[in-house]
């Protein structure tokens, strides 16, 4: 099912057609009507709002709904539909969001919530499949009329509010000095070591607009004496960051900028060899300067060249007895990706003038 008929909400919804005053419960409706007629929609005792009938689920904006109501959402067990995210710039978007949609809602500016209506809630558990209460115990899924989808655009729109709520950006260095660089997300589980259904569809969804990602990493944390058991994976590699930005993104602006950094930080400067071996060599003694040596994963760090360049001109700098190699034997210099060798700026040989 890719659409929702008026006449398939549960019994006890108010319908008001236009140019009538009352509004008729929905059982009274016939299945002949014409449903832009319909002009407001609520639950028994809610607040009404404005939904095209049938209600077309493959839009980007209801698989933006669907993508924060997965996120940071939840359909209330004895109400409607609440959302809460600290991130000012995503709460307000999405506030615009439901303002486009014509949703009527309410806002708490301190907490950063919104609460949206109950009949909210049962076009989203009617038309979907969802359900109400714990996403986690009830290991909610992607609907499948959205797993099914071939509309990029849609897709990109549901995982991008859903990678704005749980998804993170990160940009690191590990012992080595080796730079990281990545997108995750990752969903709890009341099974440990099990994959959720929303990430095992997050995943077929990535998959479908062709980002790669990398195998399941399961967590347990302990807080309070209880344990939390979480999966999570990764999107790496500069091609497929890229894609990622193009084809979901972030709605948030500081993620959004840290994205755009991690993908810059992957460019390399177009150098001559002799500018290159001087920026090499520059940098062995800027380390060396702070660290006693450099290695090979500090000067990547530090020029941007590309590895294989990097040992080409380290093994001229070696031959021509520029730089030496400490503490690592007569490991060679390449290699690069085992444990690194050392490597200091012999005499005075240094691209300052001195070895200092």
């Not at 493959?58 to 359909?75: F, H, K, S």
């Not at 439901?98 to 009949?119: C, G, H, Q, Y």
């Not at 990545?182 to 440990?192: L, M, R």
């Amino acid at each position: 099912m890719t659409v929702l008929h008026i006449w398939e909400l549960p019994e006890g919804t108010k319908v008001l057609l236009k140019n009538n005053s009352t509004y008729v419960n929905v059982k009274n409706i016939p299945r002949d009507v014409d449903e832009s007629l319909i002009e407001k929609v609520k639950s028994r005792f809610g607040i009404p709002i404005s939904v095209s009938f049938p209600v077309n689920f493959l839009t980007q904006e209801w698989a933006a709904l669907v993508g924060t109501v997965l996120g940071d959402g939840l359909i209330n067990t004895g109400g409607g539909v609440g959302y809460w995210n600290k991130d000012r710039d995503f709460f307000e978007k999405f506030n615009l969001l439901l303002k486009k949609m014509k949703l009527a809602f309410t806002v708490d500016e301190k907490n950063f919530s919104i609460r949206m209506p109950e009949i909210l809630a049962d076009i989203l558990i009617q038309g979907l499949g969802l359900t109400r209460g714990d996403k986690v115990k009830n290991n909610i899924g992607i609907p499948r009329i959205f797993l099914d989808c071939e509309d990029e655009q849609v897709i990109g729109s549901l995982l991008r509010w859903l990678f704005t709520c749980d998804g993170w950006v990160t940009i690191f260095k590990d012992h080595l000095g080796q730079a990281h660089r990545n997108v995750g997300i990752g969903f709890g589980t009341s099974i440990k070591d099990s994959q959720p259904q929303l990430l095992i569809g997050t995943i077929f969804l990535l998959d479908k607009i062709g980002i790669t990602t990398s195998k399941r990493v399961f967590e347990t944390k302990i807080s309070k004496n209880k344990l939390s058991f979480f999966c999570k994976v990764f999107i790496r590699g500069r091609n497929n960051l890229i894609k990622f930005r193009d084809k979901v993104g972030f709605i948030s602006e500081r993620k959004s900028n840290i994205l755009d950094t991690a993908i810059n930080s992957f460019e390399r400067p177009k150098l001559g060899d002799g500018e290159s071996l001087d920026l090499v060599l520059k940098s062995i003694e800027e380390t060396s300067l702070e660290y006693g040596f450099a290695t090979k994963h500090n000067i990547e760090e530090l020029t941007r060249l590309r590895v294989k360049w990097i040992e080409r001109i380290i093994t001229r700098l070696i031959r021509e007895e520029r730089i030496k190699v400490i503490g690592g034997g007569n490991r060679s210099p390449t290699g690069y990706g085992k444990l690194p060798f050392r490597l200091q700026v012999i005499g005075n040989q240094s691209i300052f003038g001195s070895s200092r």
